[in-house]
Structures are given as structure tokens and as C-alpha cells.
């Protein structure tokens, strides 16, 4: 079965700095790799997504990230974080092998930007 | 604007009270998940509907159900709410179940059991 690790539960990081949060799956077949945001009460938003072709994804506000088949790895990263960013993300994935019905979401990351 | 819309925000019920949780969208997507979400946890798919035809997860417990009247509108029943069933309830859609599936999620019902 596939599984999503999020590797860092949280992640605090100052104002401006650079941020990489860190997530890697399990899967021996091709997979569609995700990461959605969370604010607080609120529900999710896609922030970028790999479906095929280049591995470095650039999504939403500023956010990217790169596919690595080799290390099974689809780590987000920002060059510059706003206090605004503050949020959970959430790495996914799904087997578009199985209808794109199911996605299974990691545990999540709690990046706290601090002023 | 188009989007999917979770009534009420917040929800509070008793032990055992009956519990029907509202979703509807203006997206006209034919595919309607439901998500339960524990504090500080991943979302946690308990069904999906693609059209009419209902999908369980194996692992969704029989106090689960769920109704979906038309296209726009779908229902999560909670026959007899337990303390562990107190999360956030997060409405999802996508436009086909083909093979790639970006979801639009709800804001979510936060559902406090007493």
C-alpha cells in the first residue's frame, strides 16, 4: 500500500528565510504527488502538483518543488517565507492507476514563520 | 465563484444524537468525497460518490453514512455519534475519478460530540 512521510512535524523558520519542508512516499509505480496547504479552519488548497514530464514543479505563492524517483522524494521549498505562510501542508499522492479516486495525505507539516 | 460550500461551520451534538453534516458545490463536478480529519492528523477518506454510484473505504465504521439527492448536494450521516468522532468533517470534489484527481475542498464542519 502507499504511504506519504512527512518528516518534519513542524517547522519554524523567521521571516524572509528559506524553507524546505520535507516529504517522501512509498510506491513502486507511478504515482501523481501533491501538496496542499491548510490555514487554520479552513480546508485544503492545492499548492502545486507532478503529474509527468519536468521534475521541478513551480505552484501557488511562490512555492516549488522537485520530484526525485530516485529517493522517492517530492520536497517543497520557498526562497523567501511571509508570515503569511504560516499553515499545515500536507504531501500527497495517488495511483493513477486506480481511477484517481483515493489520495493519501501525510501527517502533515506545521510551518510557523515567525516575525 | 464557483466552489464548495460546508454547512454549518461548526456543529455540536450529544453522545449518540443522530448528526447530518451538509455539502454543496455550483463546480458541477460528478465525483463528492468525505474526509474526516483528527487534530494534527492527515484527512482521512471515509467514501466518495462518482455520480451516484456510492464507494465505501473498507475501514469506515457502519455510523457512517451518506446520501447524495442530486449533483450539487451531498450528506454525511452520523447515526450515533461517539467522543472519537469529534473532527473536522472536510467536503471534497473533483471534476472526473480518470486518472488524474485534483480535489476542491470545503472549509470544513468542525463537529464537537458532547
Known amino acids: 500500500a502507499q504511504s506519504v512521510t512527512q518528516l518534519d512535524s513542524q517547522v519554524p523558520v523567521f521571516e524572509e528565510a528559506p524553507v524546505e519542508l520535507r516529504c517522501n512516499y512509498s510506491?513502486?509505480?507511478?504515482?501523481?504527488l501533491f501538496w496542499y496547504v491548510q490555514y487554520p479552519n479552513q480546508g485544503l488548497q492545492l499548492l502545486l502538483k507532478?503529474?509527468?514530464?519536468?521534475?521541478l514543479v513551480k505552484g501557488i505563492n511562490g512555492f516549488e518543488a522537485e520530484f526525485n524517483k530516485s529517493q522517492t522524494s517530492f520536497h517543497l521549498r520557498k526562497p523567501s517565507v511571509h508570515i503569511s505562510d504560516t499553515a499545515e501542508y500536507f504531501c500527497?499522492?495517488?495511483?493513477?492507476?486506480?481511477?484517481?479516486?483515493?489520495?493519501?495525505f501525510g501527517a502533515g507539516t506545521r510551518l510557523f514563520v515567525k516575525a | 465563484d464557483a466552489m464548495v460550500i460546508q454547512n454549518p461551520r461548526y456543529q455540536v451534538t450529544q453522545f449518540g444524537k443522530p448528526v447530518t453534516l451538509s455539502c454543496s458545490q455550483t463546480?458541477?463536478?460528478?465525483?463528492m468525497y468525505w474526509y474526516q480529519q483528527k487534530s494534527s492528523q492527515a484527512p482521512k477518506l471515509l467514501f466518495h460518490?462518482?455520480?451516484?454510484?456510492?464507494?465505501n473505504e473498507a475501514d469506515t465504521p457502519d455510523n457512517f453514512q451518506s446520501r447524495r439527492p442530486n449533483t450539487s448536494f451531498c450528506f454525511l450521516d452520523i447515526r450515533s455519534p461517539g467522543l472519537g468522532d469529534a473532527a473536522m468533517y472536510l467536503c471534497a470534489t473533483s471534476r472526473t475519478g480518470g486518472t488524474y484527481n485534483e480535489q476542491f475542498f470545503g472549509p470544513g464542519t468542525r463537529l464537537t460530540v458532547l
Open positions: 510506491s513502486s509505480v507511478s504515482v501523481y
Open positions: 507532478y503529474l509527468s514530464g519536468s521534475t
Open positions: 500527497a499522492v495517488s495511483d493513477p492507476n486506480t481511477g484517481g479516486f483515493k489520495t493519501i
Open positions: 460518490y462518482y455520480d451516484k454510484d456510492f464507494n
Open positions: 463546480l458541477n463536478h460528478n465525483v
